[in-house]
């Protein structure tokens, strides 16, 4: 963005809502529980105007009665737990070992604990010291503002168990604030330990935290994790002023613009359910005419959005060859209305709109296969990826942002509430999803070649040659029905001995067609 359009931009801006007094007065007394009935109506209010990053000053810790622990000597500095966290709570930081001394000899009081938060990884510092390039402490930090204790990060830490809940007290949040404090403090993580190859590293510098917390989403919600991701990777590779967003209404537009809190520190705009497309067509034309062919536009929005009523948006913008980005939060249901079916849940599910009752179990129609579909259009990167995978899923934002055209990245993203499953399992089901073929993830690139097989890749998934995957220990198949016995939306076709029903066989069996189709596609079969 030119200085000159920056400046016209903040006077339009400054015009309707000044950002400190924004802050302090409407923020203030929303914090306060005032908000609703203490304040006027202004010029920004009727505008729907939310300056950037509000949720910073929203405080969660009153949520939960546990909160995260860190155990350093466990560590492995893996950064899965930072990029697994759907509110941006929990944060690592590479500092080299003199600045670090420097700065905690100024601390008081819990200088001596928080200096036990720094740790030397194989990865940051031994790695390192062997090459004689010198060697950084890695530390994690939770933030209790912002955690609401779903546990998501220890899950993800799995077994390097450096991470476990404890219960709050008001002895350990206030160390908690003071050791978080420290570590904001502290300068921003050095480029030399920043490993471009090694992608969790990139929510080690500032550029990338570009999703603050304090969003309204539910606790471990799916959809936030992957929504972080993609600002990461692209605020990595693009910096703050280079993104904007177009939103369809859906659950992302809720929780990350429930007045006035917004978690987000680049431009945005949030259009209808039904032509977030069609709106963002309309933004990349006017940056275009100004010449910023380089800045990213991605467009976000939901199963329903994207598969059902949006659809014919969504497949004029691909025709159309704009430089335009999507990204599709796939919860299976329409989550922001109350749980209803979409084309995207699976058959069997059970939903509002497609319960299960004596007449009828569950959804009866097929689902509707979003990237296989988007495959079809010409010139189109299509992605289909987890936060579960975040290697894959980084790499197919990246590629994204740099493909001259159109681009999808759907990814599975999982709803606590609508699934049936607890607070901590977004990252353990998703991966799930993709290792029984109910959600396999690919990646399906133009610029490969000519040929459909070489354009396609199913890179990420187990056994790629095989129909199902094998669990390395029991044994056990790996498949539709091992994954739907793991959440309340299948329950019901279970019996008392815990045979599936039919309908559960029958999407087996669907999910094993897909899968055949992508082999077949993709020339591994």
């Known amino acids: 963005m030119s200085s000159t359009a920056t400046d016209s931009h903040a006077d339009f801006r400054d015009q309707l809502v000044d950002v400190a007094d924004f802050n302090e007065r409407i923020v203030g007394a929303y914090n306060r529980g005032e908000g609703e009935l203490g304040l006027e109506a202004d010029p920004g209010t009727a505008r729907s105007i939310i300056p950037a990053g509000t949720g910073a000053l929203r405080d969660f810790s009153y949520i939960s009665p546990e909160i995260p622990e860190f155990l350093p000597d466990n560590c492995v500095g893996c950064m899965d737990c930072v990029t697994q966290c759907p509110d941006t709570a929990i944060l690592g930081k590479v500092a080299e070992p003199e600045t670090l001394?420097?700065?905690?000899?100024?601390?008081?009081?819990?200088?001596?604990?928080?200096?036990?938060?720094?740790?030397?990884?194989?990865?940051?510092?031994?790695?390192?010291?062997?090459?004689?390039?010198?060697?950084?402490?890695?530390?994690?930090?939770?933030?209790?503002?912002?955690?609401k204790g779903c546990g998501e990060c220890v899950e993800a830490c799995g077994t390097h168990d450096a991470l476990k809940m404890i219960t709050k007290n008001d002895q350990n949040v206030s160390?908690?604030?003071?050791?978080?404090?420290f570590y904001q403090q502290m300068p921003d993580t050095p480029s030399k330990f920043v490993n471009e190859k090694a992608l969790n590293d990139m929510m080690l510098v500032e550029k990338s935290l570009l999703y603050v917390g304090g969003a309204g989403s539910c606790m471990g919600c799916g959809e936030a994790t992957v929504l972080r991701m993609l600002m990461a990777a692209t605020g990595f590779a693009y910096g703050q002023e280079n993104m904007g967003i177009v939103a369809a209404t859906g659950c992302n537009t809720v929780y990350t613009s429930t007045y006035p809190y917004n978690p987000y520190l680049i431009s945005w705009t949030n259009s209808l359910f039904e032509n977030a497309p069609a709106d963002a067509m309309g933004v990349r034309a006017r940056w275009d005419q100004l010449g910023w062919k380089d800045k990213r536009l991605?467009?976000?929005?939901?199963?329903?959005?994207?598969?059902?009523?949006?659809?014919?948006?969504?497949?004029?913008?691909?025709?159309?060859?704009?430089?335009?980005?999507?990204?599709?939060?796939?919860?299976?249901?329409?989550?922001?209305?109350?749980?209803?079916?979409?084309?995207s849940s699976y058959h069997g599910q059970n939903a509002k709109m497609a319960s299960y009752g004596k007449a009828a179990h569950g959804k009866k129609e097929n689902r509707k296969e979003l990237a296989n579909i988007a495959m079809m259009h010409k010139n189109v990167y299509v992605a289909q990826s987890t936060a579960a995978h975040p290697n894959h899923l980084y790499k197919a934002i990246l590629?994204?942002?740099?493909?001259?055209?159109?681009?999808?990245?759907?990814?599975?993203?999982?709803c606590q509430p609508e699934h049936g499953v607890g607070d901590d399992r977004s990252h353990h089901q998703a991966k799930l999803a993709a290792d029984s073929r109910t959600f396999p993830?690919?990646?399906?690139?133009?610029?490969?070649?000519?040929?459909?097989?070489?354009?396609?890749?199913?890179?990420?998934?187990?056994?790629?040659?095989?129909?199902w995957y094998l669990h390395p220990k029991t044994k056990e198949q790996i498949d539709f029905i091992y994954f739907a016995r793991t959440e309340g939306r299948f329950s019901k076709h279970f019996d008392k001995d815990g045979n599936p029903s039919q309908e559960l066989l029958d999407a087996r069996q669907d999910r094993l067609e897909?899968?055949?189709?992508?082999?077949?596609?993709?020339?591994?079969?």
Do not use: H
């Open 175 to 181: 160390w908690y604030k003071n050791a978080f404090a």
């Open 399 to 414: 590629e994204a942002n740099e493909y001259p055209g159109p681009a999808i990245v759907n990814t599975f993203t999982t």
């Open 441 to 467: 993830v690919f990646i399906y690139d133009p610029r490969k070649g000519e040929r459909f097989k070489d354009r396609l890749s199913l890179v990420g998934n187990p056994n790629v040659k095989q129909d």
């Open 514 to 525: 897909n899968w055949r189709l992508l082999q077949e596609l993709a020339g591994v079969v």
């Open 101 to 147: 001394e420097s700065n905690l000899s100024e601390l008081n009081g819990d200088g001596e604990t928080i200096a036990q938060q720094w740790t030397q990884t194989n990865k940051y510092w031994k790695v390192r010291e062997k090459k004689g390039l010198g060697g950084g402490k890695f530390g994690i930090f939770i933030d209790p503002t912002k955690c």
């Open 298 to 343: 991605w467009v976000i929005g939901g199963d329903g959005a994207m598969l059902d009523i949006g659809f014919q948006s969504l497949s004029r913008m691909f025709a159309s060859g704009m430089d335009i980005k999507v990204l599709v939060l796939d919860t299976q249901v329409y989550s922001n209305t109350g749980g209803q079916a979409s084309t």
